[in-house]
């Protein structure tokens, strides 16, 4: 009982002290959501008291940790990676895009937004999670965020870039290229892109954002179908690429249509981390393992019941001895 609990009251204190005051006085709640994950998934609420650690180190408040701990939980079980691991992508990853918010709930809906993209990527496409959420970290979701890029749309093109071999940190920086020199040469080249291209075909005037990205690429296929790959390198070249970013810009190209694919997916992949988390709790061994958890939440709850004769008594008693 001692050995449960006060590894759990470790977990928990530890994961409180880089929190603020709220954090230790919403402990007794944070605790108790901290058990429940342990009972909804394979993850211990030692796992769990754990990772309020690193939403904490992301700089999220007690209430924001509160909301985001289910989620991130169904997202490692969802994924396959270990609950610290999914945490720290997760959080990174939607805060690098720009959809943090002061309200918790809100934090909570964007926060399961980038999960079930995530995670229906790795589904639909020959990336993985971890990949993906490395790819948007490194520099794909600040240029995504700039641009006023949707996360399925923009994951749709790390998709497309992941089905050619391109994937990763080396996928992120990819995509910031495309989109950073797509707008400089569109707008250092305007009259070359009206030519070969068509008018407007980055930005939406009337709205004044970024067109969609597949759409932009199927323009740039259109302008140079039937011709040899030279010949596409030279009319990029003409339309202000720069020889950094046609490696990068040709890998797209192409792929356009499976772009528009993946991001149809994306966008209707809402509850994808719910309904895959779910499904992976039936198999025999989580079924043992919850079973497992519940004892040890009883060697919790009775750890915590015993604490105060513990530390007021039993241990003044040793030292005492000794």
């Given at each position: 009982i001692v050995g449960m609990g006060s590894a759990f009251d470790q977990a928990m204190t530890e994961s409180l002290a880089i929190m603020g005051r709220d954090g230790q006085a919403m402990r007794g709640q944070m605790e108790a959501i901290a058990k429940s994950i342990a009972l909804q998934t394979k993850f211990s609420a030692e796992e769990a008291a754990q990772a309020y650690f690193f939403l904490a180190s992301s700089g999220m408040n007690a209430a924001e940790s509160m909301a985001a701990l289910p989620i991130a939980?169904?997202?490692?079980?969802?994924g396959v990676i270990d609950l610290e691991k999914a945490t720290e992508l997760l959080s990174d990853a939607y805060i690098t895009l720009g959809l943090r918010s002061e309200d918790p709930i809100e934090n909570m809906k964007n926060m399961s937004r980038v999960a079930d993209v995530l995670t229906e990527a790795n589904n639909q496409a020959q990336?993985?999670?971890?990949?993906?959420?490395?790819a948007l970290t490194n520099r794909a979701g600040v240029a995504m965020r700039v641009f006023g890029i949707d996360v399925e749309t923009g994951v749709a093109a790390l998709a497309a870039f992941a089905e050619r071999g391109i994937k990763g940190?080396?996928?992120?920086?990819?995509?910031?290229?495309?989109i950073r020199d797509l707008q400089r040469s569109v707008m250092e080249n305007n009259?070359?892109?009206?030519?070969?291209?068509?008018?407007?075909?980055?930005?939406?005037?009337?709205?004044?954002?970024?067109?969609?990205?597949?759409?932009i690429i199927g323009k740039?296929?259109?302008?140079?179908?039937?011709?040899?790959?030279?010949?596409?390198?030279?009319?990029?070249?003409?339309?202000g690429f720069q020889e950094r970013s046609l490696q990068a810009t040709l890998a797209l190209v192409g792929a356009s249509d499976r772009m528009r694919e993946l991001e149809k997916l994306l966008y209707?992949?809402?509850?994808?981390?719910?309904?895959?988390?779910?499904?992976?709790?039936?198999?025999?061994?989580?079924?043992?393992?919850l079973v497992a958890e519940r004892l040890r939440l009883v060697g919790i709850e009775l750890f915590e019941a015993f604490k105060p004769t513990i530390e007021n008594h039993v241990v003044p008693a040793v030292l005492y001895l000794i």
């Open positions: 939980a169904r997202f490692a079980q969802a990336g993985t999670i971890i990949e993906f959420a490395q940190r080396t996928a992120g920086r990819q995509l910031f290229i495309v009259a070359a892109w009206t030519k070969l291209v068509g008018p407007n075909a980055v930005f939406d005037m009337a709205q004044g954002k970024f067109k969609n990205l597949a759409d740039l296929e259109d302008s140079l179908e039937g011709v040899g790959d030279e010949t596409k390198k030279a009319e990029l070249k003409m339309l209707s992949a809402g509850g994808v981390v719910q309904r895959v988390a779910e499904k992976q709790m039936m198999s025999f061994t989580n079924q043992l393992g």
